[in-house]
């Protein structure tokens, strides 16, 4: 095991009904910006279950935060939060709005201009106290101090996270996502299960904890992301598929470990050319990544195919084979496509991508950083 | 899964060589109480670790806190402490000295009698921040917020608990327990495990998550116990040992689910009457306690026989049978007696011990609070 320090104050708040504890956590004297995306919480009555929780307070909505949240619409909030006086945000949302929270908050606290906090990777020392609902398990926003954030002018997409931007609480009440559509249920399986993955299948460095954690969650997004699509009003399924999204990404299974994030890096990529759902560009290029780097993985793949698949006949590279098949037949059985051509993507592009990597400096990605650009290349190859 | 909050602020610090980063935890300007217990960290090198990191802060030792610690000890530190001008308490220690140093903590703040605490349950709304070096990975008291202290005179031990006593920070460094007595390690490692059992083996509630990290964690310790006394300077194994007691009572598992605890209420008098060592009761009570209660716990017994010792063949009693009896064996092997004949103590004490458990309103314990005398009498019984 790696040294680490671990650190998470987030208080979690999870059950049926418990948007109502909002009134016990959100300070008596508080005066609130709502902060959301779209028009879903407006008609699935989360907003109205969330204003009811706020009573007399004095509160604001922000609305039209956006899937991949922008630099422009988070000024718009912050110059609303300050022209209204608020001293407490409350996203009320998925990954991007709570990220995008997490943005605001440290913007109105910073002095200077705040795109410096993404660029310049400026310190945040301080931030707005804010708290969450969460709408769609997917992300982990809900329990991790990390946000990204894009600049639409210019093109940028980039990271912050910062001890200052752990939500103050979080909401999970897994009904609110009985009526999220199909698409976004299988989104979020595929996005837990690949931050499990970025975890996990690396290297061996004696972690046991951290293993048997991450092998844990991975069998449960196995069961219950099916059970998820064929049975949306199982209380218990939708309960399992929130904390495990939570717990894939909230410090506690990568404390310790070396960590990969290739397939992320190379998935934004097609998510920038091609306007790909995040999830559908890890679907793509994880199997992809696995096969092209099998010897370097070998022994956590081996690993994962026992634990996790329970594959135990046939030599190494037949179980790494049949652990790989399987997980691609996980993600089609959530009906996200794992290969280019699903999407009408052919091989032409990836030259493109590959320039795209290199234009932005990643050249040298994962737990090895022995992912160049011409490994890149091979498993974009291998993805179409 | 039960409708639960979880938080858990403390910040973990892990790792060889730790201990110095106590320089950057300990604020600046304080002047720090090193609680401790006995003189093992005089001669192994923690006390001259931790005050090497402390620099030129000024530091004061408070040493003598016992086992099981008491009232009459922790408030000659309460004195101690308000003498010199104490603002951060240091718990250098294991579970005793830091349950003793969360007491400490919350008496210099508490505005009247601090017994009030523990015997009254009066409401700890403020501590003095403290951190930890924990030297013994056994009861998780370095990432949780309870303590259990006694009072000496009265012959009470009362446990108590308040968001104000999470240690600010603890530092885990597996290298410090290489030095400890098997005993300790043994004991450890069965007071670990119980404490993951009472909060595993209950009902099924749906809880997928709790259940399969509480495996996990089970798995670990059934590998990394014999492992830890055989091998006392693995790292990897102490490592292991170490974050597998953190987790088994930080919370995590417990968040969500039905918990049991009557195997600890049984074998509070044990020890109270006999002097065992508190993990020795736990190995006497727990497999007698499930042998019991086998249909009560029926389904989540025959999980933790399938998962935990993968045990597949035969009828669902013998399934169940087995694993109590690998439960059993399991102890044996770390050297810890699960018969109270291994101590010398017959079946004569049964009934001062059931007595006991009435006078001190034990009389509904368990997930069912179906754990009358009457059944505590069979498993005493049973475990003779």
């Known amino acids: ?8 104050p987030t208080r979690i708040i999870f059950g049926e009904g418990q948007i109502a504890a909002l009134n016990a956590e959100v300070p008596r004297e508080a005066r609130v910006l709502i902060t959301c995306g779209g028009g879903s919480i407006n008609t699935n009555g989360v907003l109205a279950q ?3 929780a706020l009573g007399d307070r004095a509160w604001f909505v922000f609305s039209g935060i956006e899937p991949n949240p922008t630099y422009e619409t988070l000024m718009q909030a912050v110059a609303m939060a300050r022209e209204k006086g608020i001293d407490f945000l409350l996203a009320v949302g998925g990954g991007s709005v709570i990220d995008g929270t997490k ?3 440290a913007a109105l606290k910073f002095e200077g201009e ?3 906090i993404l660029e310049k990777q400026a310190e945040v020392c301080d931030a707005m106290p804010f708290g969450s609902v969460l709408t769609l398990p997917a992300t982990g926003s809900e329990m991790n101090n990390g946000g990204v954030i894009s600049h639409r002018a210019r093109g940028d997409k980039l990271s912050f996270s910062s001890d200052a931007t752990y939500p103050r609480f979080s909401v999970l009440d897994p009904t609110v996502t009985y009526s999220l559509p199909s698409r976004q249920i299988s989104n979020g399986v595929v996005d837990a299960f690949v931050h499990i993955i970025e975890q996990y299948i690396t ?4 972690a046991s904890v951290q293993d048997r954690f991450a092998e844990g969650l991975l069998i449960i997004l196995t069961e219950v992301g099916p059970q998820a699509l064929a049975d949306p009003h199982n209380y218990s399924v939708r309960a399992n598929l929130m904390w ?3 717990l894939a990404l909230n410090g506690l299974i990568g404390a310790g470990v070396p960590q990969d994030w290739a397939t992320h890096m190379l998935g934004h990529e097609i998510t920038a050319l091609h306007g790909l759902d995040h999830a559908q560009t890890l679907a793509i290029v994880l199997p ?3 096969s092209v780097r099998r010897n370097e993985k070998r022994a956590k793949l081996l690993q994962y195919a026992e634990r996790v698949w329970n594959i135990r006949q046939g030599s190494e590279d037949e179980r790494i084979s049949a652990a790989i098949t399987a997980t691609r037949v996980f993600f089609e059985r959530m009906s996200v496509g794992t290969r280019l051509r699903d ?7 990836i030259s493109t991508l590959v320039a795209k990597l290199e234009e932005h400096g990643l050249t040298a990605l994962g737990e090895h950083a022995d992912v160049t650009p011409e490994v890149a290349r091979r498993v974009y190859q291998l993805a179409v």
């Open 288 to 290: 992809a990544m696995l």
């Open 50 to 52: 969330v204003q009811a």
């Open 114 to 116: 705040p795109w410096d």
């Open 103 to 105: 943005f605001i908050a």
């Open 203 to 206: 290297y061996p460095v004696g």
């Open 244 to 246: 495990t999204a939570t």
């Open 343 to 349: 999407y009408e993507i052919g091989g032409g592009s």
């Open 1 to 8: 095991m790696q040294n680490f320090t671990f650190h998470n």
